[in-house]
């Protein structure tokens, strides 16, 4: 059978997506450029694919598109000192991503959104494994699994997160206060119960991991070029040129894996994704990484406690304010706050980092062609999942791009959802 043969493609964005979507097509002997304002390998590069938490989190299906929580939701708002906020200068401009959030905000997309987070996240452990067989991830990648715990205030919530997991037949492991307790002796006992995804993996550097993925990358003949893609225009049936302030790229296909930029583009191609941003943030606690064994979330605080190599990551919390505005120093507090309660052996921390996670209304990411141009294909809006779903997103980009079948349905991911 002969194969479809792509002469040329050019990739905005060397995140997570972009990177693997890269290696996945070099793979298929495609001709392959990627670009990004930051050289992913310098100290510049800090965008959601350095700085997230580090957790492989397949199992993470359910998301916030949840009737229980939304009652909360104004609440959480409102107060400074919980898991949710707003920079209150942005609510007009985040109003098309509320309008499609209030939409798909009950049960029936609930479960649909789990389904289909779960029709690719399923592979996206294995998707990874075959990359780690090319790169050394020594003292990078942990697989002593990953720790959830509350407290019995949201009981009915967390319930309900068990039951959807149980259903699609997701490992998990109910944990007594004790049971985590003799997993992790040094956290300060402020929960009540916990659940264990055993075997989980954990990257202790993501962005040392990016690098040796795009290092792979280049060294199988991969292109990249530093700059910062201004537009993007189809000229001719199977051409589109792509400029930036200096110069301009001709390419046959496309991939926008801009994270959450990518609107910046995709609106200028008359699409109307309501793509946003939730901002999350991280603090390291240099030399506290040893305190733990393996990642602890906070159900309850939305935050997360990761050993990184560089220290104890404390790292989390949802902030709506768009791509402009400047980071809050009240998130850092709170995220500062919520560590030290967890953990009262932390102290001074020595850095801060805000980082935007592609959000779409409905948490599920956009792949696939673009509705107004098939050459054009979509890799972001991943949200809360996009580090543990680049692998398998860069598989399935790259089919898409080599116009290969698929048993996958790609229909809920299409930008059109939204049209
Ligand atoms: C606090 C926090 C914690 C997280 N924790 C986890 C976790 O534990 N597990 C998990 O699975 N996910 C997690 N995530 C989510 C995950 O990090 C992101 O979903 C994922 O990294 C997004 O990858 P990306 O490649 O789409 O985008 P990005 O990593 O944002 O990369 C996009 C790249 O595109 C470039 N770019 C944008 N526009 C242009 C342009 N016009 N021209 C050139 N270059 C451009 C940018 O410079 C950037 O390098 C977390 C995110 C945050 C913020």
């Given amino acids: 059978m002969e194969r479809y043969k792509c002469n040329s493609v050019g990739i905005i964005g060397s995140g997570i997506q972009g990177v693997c979507a890269g290696l996945q097509l070099v793979k298929k002997g495609i001709p392959v450029t990627i670009f990004d304002r930051n050289d992913p390998l310098s100290e510049q590069f800090r965008p959601a694919s350095y700085g997230n938490a580090g957790h492989f989190s397949p199992y993470a299906v359910l998301k916030f598109n949840r009737p229980d929580i939304i009652k909360d939701v104004p609440k959480m708002l409102f107060s400074s000192n919980g898991p949710l906020s707003l920079k209150w200068n942005y609510i007009f401009k985040l109003f098309p991503w509320i309008k499609h959030y209030i939409k798909n905000c009950n ?34 990648v942990d697989k002593k699994g990953i720790i959830y715990v509350w407290s019995n205030k949201n009981l009915k919530s967390r319930n309900l997160e068990i039951k959807v997991r149980n259903d699609l037949g997701i490992k998990q492991k109910l944990l007594t206060q004790k049971e985590v307790l003799d997993l992790e002796p040094n956290l300060n006992p402020i929960f ?153 052996q932390l102290d001074a921390h020595y850095d801060e980092w805000m980082g935007f996670r592609p959000s779409l209304p409905d948490f599920l990411p956009v792949i696939g062609p673009s509705s107004k141009n098939k050459n054009i294909v979509y890799a972001f809006g991943h949200d809360h999942l996009g580090w543990t779903l680049g692998a398998v997103t860069g598989k399935i980009v790259s089919g898409i791009v080599a116009e290969e079948k698929t048993n996958l349905d790609l229909s809920p991911y299409s930008s059109k959802r939204f049209n």
């Fill in 107 to 140: 049960k029936t997309s609930m479960l649909h959104t789990a389904k289909y987070m779960h029709q690719i996240s399923r592979s996206a452990d294995e998707s990874y494994e075959e990359i780690f067989k090319e790169i050394d991830t020594t003292n990078l």
């Fill in 192 to 344: 009540d119960a916990g659940i264990l995804y055993e075997n989980s993996m954990f990257a202790r550097d993501p962005h040392a991991i990016l690098k040796k993925i795009f290092k792979l990358f280049l060294s199988k003949g991969g292109k990249f070029v530093q700059e910062n893609i201004q537009s993007l225009k189809q000229v001719e049936k199977d051409k589109t040129v792509l400029n930036s302030a200096k110069s301009e790229y001709y390419f046959e296909k496309i991939v926008v894996a801009a994270g959450a930029h990518s609107k910046k583009l995709t609106d200028q191609l008359g699409e109307n994704i309501p793509l946003d941003t939730e901002r999350g943030y991280h603090v390291h606690f240099k030399g506290m990484n040893n305190l733990l064994n393996r990642p602890v979330i906070c159900l309850d605080r939305g935050f997360s406690l990761s050993p990184m190599n560089q220290g104890l990551r404390a790292v989390g919390t949802v902030e709506f304010g768009g791509l402009l505005n400047p980071p809050s120093k009240e998130r850092i507090k709170y995220i500062i706050n919520c560590a030290k309660e967890f953990l009262p």
